[in-house]
């Protein structure tokens, strides 16, 4: 058992640890933190390391900023931004055409909350990647869980203990490889072959 946090087409570390459980616990009363993979995701792009943001905005009347209080911002059309930029760093990569019917609700779809946004990807993935780990959320704050803690993953700034095993990127003859992107790049790249890499 882990406890996660949900976060928005979650890095490679974060999927590595999904699929090496035997039950997945979302922490769904956390309180919100900038600079995070809640709300964001890293690509390869053409010009190297690309980040894709979900502009996000909170009820006035909230003091302390709870994650699943977190609305999306919608004023920027920031889905169609996202896709664009999918099409154009992996229009060419070997399994674009194969997933990307299946992703298009998620820019689509308008949503209130980011963490339906956030669950919306992980349901996605895992339907890609065939993971069927059973996952359940929580009622209240975990100060200590039974389960492991790995909702460190959700910071842009941690590190997994495992290193990510290398694997063709679209630019990385002129970048190098690139750990840890989001999980679309080794989807993209790898098809169903990425989830032996994880």
Known sequence: ?????????SP??????????????FELEDNYVKQTYRN?????GANGKQVLNIPVKFPS???????????????????????KS????????????????????IFQKKYKFLMDVNMDSFMAISTALEINTPFSKTKEYQTKPLEKDLRFLAN???????????????FDEKYGFLPNLSILDLLFMEGPNAINLL
């Open 1 to 9: 058992m882990s406890l996660f946090l949900p976060t928005y087409f």
């Open 12 to 25: 490679i570390s974060q999927y590595a640890a999904l699929v090496n459980t035997n039950k997945i616990t």
């Open 40 to 44: 964001r995701c890293y690509i390869f």
């Open 61 to 83: 009347t909230s003091e302390k900023k709870k994650t699943k209080e977190a609305l999306v911002d919608n004023t920027s059309n920031w889905q169609l931004h996202h896709l």
């Open 86 to 105: 999918l099409q154009s760093a992996y229009r060419n990569s070997p399994f674009f055409e194969f997933y990307i019917d299946d992703l298009l609700p």
């Open 156 to 170: 842009t700034k941690s590190h997994s203990e495992k290193e990510n095993e290398k694997y063709i990127q679209m």
